[in-house]
């Protein structure tokens, strides 16, 4: 092969594809930093399992209502 392109399948470089995988690895993490804070978030403001005595209201709530209503 005159053409200094790889042998595999994407036809990358070797350089090539450890600067994709880079790019890739560290956008990957970052997308799920911030899903894993979204979930904790989502989590604290409503659980979605119920302790022993069901669903009550928090401390919080009057606070949640108020803006909360501010969107609807």
């Known amino acids: 092969m005159a053409d200094n392109k ?4 994407s036809g990358l470089t070797e350089a090539e594809a450890k600067e994709f995988h ?3 690895m560290t956008s990957f993490i970052g997308f799920t930093l911030v899903a894993i804070a979204a979930h904790f ?3 604290q403001w409503r659980p979605w ?3 022993p005595d069901g669903y009550q209201s928090s401390d ?3 606070l949640l209502h108020q803006l909360t209503s501010m969107f609807t």
């Open 22 to 24: 880079s790019i890739f």
């Open 6 to 9: 790889g042998s595999g399948i």
């Open 49 to 51: 399992i119920p302790g």
């Open 41 to 43: 978030l989502a989590w």
């Open 60 to 62: 919080l709530s009057p």
